[in-house]
């Protein structure tokens, strides 16, 4: 088992660069405030990056278990159909969406 | 608060699947939450706890985290962070912007944002994430093999939320060069699509930028 203060040295390493990721843009960001581009990107980008999270998701998904392709597929749509057509309730299409996925995963 | 449910449906589940990864590596129980807390981003952890248990050298670990965890730079542009006016609620929220709690303030429309409303959407998330990784610690004896296909909540969540942002701002461009990058990320770096993806994706919104804008320029030179 690796000792202690290894384990805390990684501890440490991975707070320092994962905060200094998180934080050092928004300092950045002050002086580029107002200006055009900056303003286009808060506008442009959520959706992109919220498609691009949602894609290397369902590549994380299919890599653990490479057969899952098609139900991975069919949850998506079930996932995306349950949202459009009963009202966009976050909770109720993730629900039924992952509940589809796990059905099909273990028992076919 | 009832925004952190869904992102919770995700982000429970993932906690559980963290916690029982550490018991089965061997590792003690304490790193699950420690883990949670110091870098409190899920697919790192997840990452993380098989190269701890190989004991893998310091270096290469913090390359990886960097490389892993560069995308929270791009979240800077478009998260409202200019709503938490507090220094020390505004430092938390830095520091728990975490995919969901990026995903779930993206997707709502500009009215309905709040500083109160971010910051207990990020505490609640925090809560869950912790929560499940305990939980997972807990069940890491007594469950002979975890559920399969939990972690599809996560895809699930990251698809809703990109309907509901596309209803909220009609940005079918950068949807298609997002689909664009990713594609390209994937086919060329699948080990890190992500990095890749969104590396690609702020290239081409630049890009853009530079087109529309010589546009107008141009036309009040003419006139």
Redesign the interface.
């Given at each position: 088992m690796p000792s202690t203060s290894y384990l805390t040295a990684v501890l440490v390493i991975v707070f320092t660069i994962t905060l200094a990721l998180r934080a050092l843009p928004f300092a950045v960001l002050r002086t580029l405030r107002g200006s055009a581009m900056a303003r286009q990107l808060s506008v442009r980008m959520p959706v992109g990056i919220l498609a691009i999270l949602a894609v290397s998701a369902l590549h994380g998904t299919i890599t653990q278990d490479p057969d899952a392709l098609l139900y991975a597929l069919v949850s998506v749509a079930v996932t995306i159909g349950v949202h459009l057509a009963l009202g966009r309730r976050t909770i109720l299409s993730v629900g039924l969406g992952t509940t589809v996925y796990v059905i099909l995963l273990n028992a076919l | 608060m009832r925004d952190s449910?869904?992102a919770g449906?995700?982000i429970f589940p993932l906690g559980i699947a963290l916690g029982l990864l550490v018991v089965q590596a061997?590792?003690?129980w304490w790193?699950a939450p420690?883990?949670s807390l110091?870098?409190?981003?899920g697919?790192?952890e997840l990452l993380?706890v098989g190269m701890?248990?190989t004991?893998t050298p310091?270096a290469a670990?913090?390359l990886t985290?960097?490389v892993v965890?560069?995308?929270?730079?791009?979240?800077?542009?478009?998260f409202p962070?200019h709503l938490v006016k507090h220094p020390v609620a505004k430092a938390y929220s830095?520091?728990a912007?975490i995919?969901e709690a990026?995903?779930v303030s993206?997707?709502l429309p500009e009215s309905e944002r709040s500083a109160r409303r971010l910051l207990a959407m990020q505490i609640a998330c925090e809560t869950y994430w912790v929560g499940g990784g305990l939980a997972g610690v807990a069940l890491g004896a007594a469950l002979p093999a975890p559920?399969?296909?939990?972690?599809?909540?996560?895809?699930?969540?990251?698809?809703?939320?990109?309907?509901?942002?596309?209803?909220s701002?009609q940005?079918l461009?950068?949807?298609l060069?997002?689909?664009a990058?990713?594609t390209v990320a994937?086919v060329l770096t699948?080990g890190i699509?992500?990095f890749t993806?969104?590396l690609l994706?702020?290239a081409l919104?630049?890009a853009?930028?530079a087109l529309t804008?010589r546009r107008p320029a141009e036309e009040t030179a003419d006139a």
């Open positions: - | 449910f869904s449906l995700g061997g590792l003690p790193l420690a883990l110091s870098a409190f981003a697919s790192l993380l701890m248990a004991v310091l670990i913090a985290v960097f965890n560069f995308r929270h730079v791009f979240y800077a542009f478009s962070l830095v520091y912007m995919d990026y995903a993206a997707s559920i399969k296909g939990l972690e599809f909540a996560l895809c699930a969540l990251f698809t809703v939320l990109t309907l509901d942002a596309f209803r701002r940005e461009p950068s949807l060069l997002a689909g990058g990713v994937l699948p699509a992500l993806a969104l994706f702020v919104l630049l853009r930028h804008a």
